[in-house]
């Protein structure tokens, strides 16, 4: 079983948040637990989604710090959200990285299987019709592959491709000092999502920027998230 925080981590809908001191036109939202793109559309606009992406190394801190990069469905402007992917913390003096995937209103569940900085993540998610969905995570590095089929039925009005302070215990953590979070090939029902400025969204905690996401790549399917202030 991979090394993580013994405290119950959650990762949580997006908490949108408003900061007069931070002002961008190029910022679609702002959050205080969530930076990344998310895309909306109506009731069961999105059936499937993937991406890969590169775990992060965090960095050591005096003080606990965590973060999560994953991809999914809904989450943006509701409270459902079926989601999978990879967690990053350094507590207790260590670092630790896991696998897990997680549909709220429950907790995370760890996938027991090793993750290391640098690894190469491969993650879809899918409806399977009748209310199951497929949860399908695979580490390019390592040569594991996960897959579980479990039941959800959120309103399915958003996807989103992310990197996340989680809930620890009762509060939204502190986010961890990360290397650059490099998400590409996302896709959502199967296509190419054109990502847009106007759908990229930062993090904010205590009125400073601690998360944000590049431009997209020209084809609209990639972009970096680094841990930096907003210019």
């Known amino acids: 079983m991979p090394r993580m925080s013994r405290h119950i981590r959650l990762q949580r809908p997006c908490k949108l948040v408003r900061s007069d001191k931070i002002q961008s036109s190029a910022v679609g939202w702002k959050s205080g637990n969530w930076s990344g793109y998310a895309q909306s559309g109506s009731a069961g606009a999105y059936n499937r989604i993937s991406a890969y992406w590169t775990v992060p190394f965090v960095l050591p801190s005096t003080k606990p710090v965590y973060s999560s990069a994953w991809i999914g469905i809904d989450g943006y402007k509701n409270g459902s959200l ?98 650059p979070v490099a998400f590409s090939c996302c896709r959502v029902n199967g296509r190419n999502p054109r990502l847009k400025l106007d759908q990229r969204g930062i993090m904010v905690q205590n009125n400073r920027v601690v998360s944000i996401p590049s431009r997209p790549n020209r084809a609209g399917d990639a972009f970096l998230v680094r841990g930096r202030r907003l210019k």
């Not at 497929?134 to 594991?144: A, E, K, Q, V």
């Open 82 to 179: 079926i989601q999978t992917g990879t967690g990053h913390d350094f507590a207790n003096g260590s670092a630790s990285y896991y696998a897990w995937w997680e549909i709220l209103p429950d907790a995370q569940t760890v996938i027991p299987y090793p993750v290391h900085p640098g690894d190469r993540m491969y993650a879809a998610i899918a409806n399977q019709g009748r209310g199951k969905w497929s949860i399908s995570l695979r580490n390019l590095t390592r040569g594991w592959r996960f897959r579980t089929v479990q039941s959800y039925k959120g309103p399915r009005t958003s996807a989103e491709w992310i990197v996340e302070a989680p809930q620890v215990g009762s509060t939204i953590s502190s986010f961890a000092r990360l290397t």
